[in-house]
């Protein structure tokens, strides 16, 4: 977790919101206790391209 602390977690903290896909070692338990613990955004990509409004 040093890595997350030292590397990660100061770009997160400047009001920023993370976006993450559905590889699931982004979505253990461990990772989202993480980014609660510290108060950061986070929302899901969706899972497929064509989930798109394709007039987008």
Known sequence: MA??????????LADRTLILDRYPVRWTRAVRAFLDRHHIRYVDFPLHPLA?????
Not at 3 to 12: A, I, K
Not at 52 to 56: G, P, R, V
């Open 3 to 12: 890595y997350l602390d030292v590397d990660v977690l100061p770009l997160l």
């Open 52 to 56: 798109f409004d394709s007039s987008e």
